[in-house]
């Protein structure tokens, strides 16, 4: 097991990598807990839950992380007369970890939480760095707070059971966080993908240590993204255009979207083709797409609508070279230029 710590302005939140789900006790420290999950997770492990131990469950997906769901779990959460001592477990992804982290600090303001991550996009990004919360009228994450779990537990057994796709689909955020900061990281992943994907236990710690190392010190440096923090949205200023238009998964969004920022970098005379051929090749390594699934035009009038905007300028997340990402103000009809420019690429 390899502990990383995340210091935060509030608290400084543990990450337990490659840590074993049976170990929870020792977190746990015998206080009153109540475990949220969902009823996928707990199909598959509801019997190696710690026992004795109240579990609410919540449904899949988006469509689930909602006000109306936050309702039901603080109903609950009076049944079971929790109070600002009791300490609330998400044990499940993104999503799980999302809403009890929101959940953790409003009810009673503020109980005590800590997550068992169960997909690798979670280990590695989601759980981590704070930002929790709940879409409102199809906005993605618009009601939410910064707060930090105590601990995130990361099994990589636990990722056996996960979905191949969705399993792919995590490697595409470690392969960010080394393009962004670590080209060490990056030449790992580009020389260890057949382990990686047999989920060798060694490979997958090392690759989730190191990207959330990576994750670590840009929050901590930049907890509520006023600066250095956007270098972590590589990716996603085209990818969540995506994710709109196409319903894909994240990770393969953030893929594509990576493909696309490098793409804009070389245009711009940021970065080589040499560069963006390493980027595409090693996401393909990972069975990860790298083709837009989207006619590109639709792509800008959805980036439009982006929280990054402001006025008529866009904040991208460029490259400089693999392991050094850059932000910078692209006026909307540069990036429509761009765009175009683009389309002879994808054809
Ligand atoms: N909870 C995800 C993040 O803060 O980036």
Redesign the pocket.
């Known amino acids: 097991m390899k502990l990383l710590e995340v210091k935060a302005e509030s608290n400084i939140s543990k990450i337990l990598i490659g840590e074993s789900m049976e170990n929870l006790p020792n977190y746990l420290k015998g206080r009153k807990t109540i475990i949220l999950t969902d009823t996928y997770v707990a199909g598959l492990y509801r019997k190696r839950f710690p026992s004795k131990v109240p579990v609410i469950e919540m449904g899949l997906g988006e469509t689930n992380k909602t006000l109306l769901t936050l309702e039901k779990i603080y109903d609950k959460l009076i049944d079971y007369e929790a109070d600002r001592t009791t300490f609330l477990l998400a044990i499940g992804g993104g999503i799980v970890c999302?809403v009890a982290g929101f959940v953790a600090s409003t009810f009673m303001r503020g109980m005590p939480f800590g997550f068992v991550s169960t997909t690798l996009l979670s280990q590695v990004?989601?759980?981590?760095?704070?930002?929790?919360g709940v879409n409102f009228q199809g906005y993605k994450n618009m009601i939410g707070v910064f707060s930090q779990p105590e601990f995130v537990l990361c099994d990589t057994g636990m990722l056996k059971t996960l979905d191949e796709k969705q399993f792919k689909a995590g490697f595409s955020e470690i392969i960010k966080a080394g393009v962004i900061k670590s080209a060490e990281l990056f030449a790992y992943c580009e020389n260890n993908a057949n382990s990686a994907l047999m989920h060798d236990s060694s490979t997958l710690i090392k690759m989730i240590y190191d990207s959330v190392e990576v994750k670590a010190k840009v929050v901590e440096a930049d907890e509520r993204e006023r600066g250095e923090r956007r270098l972590?949205n590589l990716g996603h200023t085209f990818g969540h255009a995506i994710e709109k238009l196409t319903g894909i998964l994240h990770g393969q969004t953030v893929s594509i979207g990576m493909v696309l920022a490098a793409k804009v970098s070389e245009k711009l005379g940021l970065i080589s083709s040499a560069d963006t051929d390493r980027i595409r090749n090693v996401l393909l390594q990972y069975d990860l797409p790298v083709v837009p699934n989207t006619d590109i035009a639709l792509l800008f009038n959805a980036m439009k609508k982006d929280k990054k905007r402001e006025g008529e300028e866009i904040h991208l997340v460029l490259l400089e070279g693999i392991g050094e990402a850059v932000t910078k103000k692209i006026p909307y009809s540069q990036l429509e230029q761009l765009i175009d420019d683009l389309r002879s690429d994808f054809r």
């Open positions: 999302d990004d989601a759980s981590v760095g704070g930002k929790n972590l």
